[in-house]
Structure formats: C-alpha cells, structure tokens
C-alpha cells in the first residue's frame, strides 16, 4: 500500500508540472549566431519525457511445470533537461517482482545527473554498469529471462558512482566509469569498487559495446573481465554477437568463466520482428568470488539444481558447458508507433531440459504525450 500512495503521489505531481509547462516549455538559450539575421538563439525544451512502462504475461513450463499469468513489475521512465548543459534520467520500478526493499533505492534503477561540455560528458548517479554486450545492454521489460545468460541474471548491473565520457565523434564514445562494486553488499561500509573503461560505437551497419572491467570482490582482489559486444546489420537482418570472459586474474580470463551469445532477428516491415538466441557459458573451478553471493560447494549447487521446477537451473556447476537457446515473435499494432507490443517466446537449455513458453503484453504508455494530447483537445 505504500507503494501504491507513492507511484500515485508521483503520478500526480507529475501530472501538474506536465500542464503547467504546456504554457511555455521551452527557454532560449543565447548562443553565437549563424543565420543572416545575425539572433539566432538555441531553444532548450525543458518538458520531460515521462513513461510509464510495464508487461503482463502467461508463462508455463512445459510437461507439468509452474504456469499461470504475471506481470514483470512497472516502470517509470522520466528523462528531461534542467538546463542547456544539464540533463537528467530516472527509471524506478514499482510493485515490482524482485523482491522487498532493502534501502529507499533499491527499487531505482537508475537515478543520474549529467553534465555535457563539448566532446566530453560527465554523470553522477545510480548507473548501469559498463560491460559490454547486447544481451545486457537490453532494457528489463525487452529482455526474456529464461533465454539469457546466467551471467545476465545474476549480475548485479545497478551501481552508485560517477562516469567520464569522451565522444569525438558523432559514432563513437569512450567512458570510464567507477562504482560500487556488484559484489558489494553494504555499500557504504565495505569500500570495494568496480572500474571500467567502455567503447561504444554506432554506424549504418554495425554497433558495439566493448568493455575492460575489474570488479573487486574483496579489498584488493579484483575479477578481471574482457567483454565484446557486436551488432551487425543488413537490411532487415540483425546478427548479435556477445562474448564476456572473465577470471580471478589476468592469465584466467576466458578459463574462469566464459559468456558467449548469438542473437539473430528479423524484422517484417514494422509489425513483426522475429528473434532467435544461442548462448554457450562455462565455470571454472575453486572461483574465489560468486556473482551470485551464495558461495555453495558444487555438491549444493547440484542439489538445488535438482530440487528446481523451473526453466532455468539454479547454479551452473563447474566442469559442465551450460547451453541454452529460444526462438519468438513480437508484433507491434499499431501504426503510429510500437507502444504496444504482443510477443510470444520459447526456451530451453541443457541442464533441466525443460521448456518454457511465454506469451504477453508489453505497453509503454507516453505520459507527456497523453497530456499534451488532452490539453489540445480542450484548448
């Protein structure tokens, strides 16, 4: 319930500074003048982008498995300017399915400020970590879980810190970034951080999101990661490939633990998109850290993947290649945009060689546009 007052509350004042802006949204901004009338001015337009995004499904694993209908929780997105240089991002899950709270920000997926001069950047905030793949650069509510990486859920990507990038040109960024480590708990009491240094790239037909990470999970010792994000484009066609590899030290990187993904879409026109997903992972053995806190001896690990009833196994045990694959269909009805989007997924893997079928509703509802829409309509 006392969500419920708060994603309200926030509805609510955001509803009014909406309509108050509507009057007059944006601000000109002097800047040095190109056009023949020598008062050409920049107009900053401070109206946020506010949506308030969520998806809805029935999922089922096949033979006698869990079945039934959920929701992946709701998420507000805002995005806007403060000033010419100043810009500002929020995404905050509410009724969310992750669990309870822990702090006032552990439902806040990020919360930035940032400050663009120039070729150069710089944000403060609770952040998405930089690594670099496809797989995990995708939004919660477009990702499905149980064709990911295990790598993908049990990572811990939202962190607390401050980053630096550098884009020289308009294909290209560099970022450096440090943060809280994932392997943190108590954040402000065991003073381990992560460092990563990012490349991200953005042409006609190719895309990448490369990274060199080091997450320490103990003071002074550090896992080392190297991952590869790759996105390659022909026409209709989309071909991702993702490689993430990482080790207790620099000669084990790619030994220790490996992540590797192939993820092929097609898109017919702009209603159907058709997607596919083959991923390989593997564990090294005696790793002195655990993405996932648990830190169980491969006897438990094997234990808890045997007393699990669902798609996804528990724990991937050392010595065994983890591989799993899926198919499916998204289709967007409308014409104007793709706010709404039906999907219908499969999946599977070889450790409990169950399959999972879902089939759901995902809408993206523009808060600024709706409101903008009603305003219109009574002036």
Partial sequence: MKRLFTFLGTMAFMVGSVVAQEVDSSVPVSEPSFGEDGNAQQVVDYTPQISVDSRFGYDRVVSGGPAG????GVYLNI???ISKNFSYSLCQRFFSSHGEDDSAFDNTDWLTLTYDVGQFSFTAGKDVVAVGSFEYDAYDIDSYFDMNSMFYNSFSCYQWGVKAMWSPSESSSIAFQVTNSPFSYAPKEENIYAYNLAWYGEWDTYSSIWSVNMFEYAPGEFVKCLAVGNMFYM????????CIMRGADIKSVGDDEI???FMPSYEFGDKFRLFGKVGWERVGEDLPYDFWGEYLSSEDMILANDENIYTLPSFLVAGKDYWFYGAGLEYFPLKENKSIRLHAAWASNNYTNRHSINIGLTWKFDVV???KHIVGRRK
């Avoid at 209908?69 to 992946?72: I, M, P, R, S, V």
């Avoid at 026409?235 to 993702?242: I, P």
């Fill in 69 to 72: 209908f959920g929701g992946d």
């Fill in 235 to 242: 026409g209709n066609l989309s071909l991702g490939l993702d």
């Fill in 79 to 81: 995005e806007g300017k």
């Fill in 369 to 371: 546009g709706a409101i």
């Fill in 259 to 261: 992540t590797i993904n």
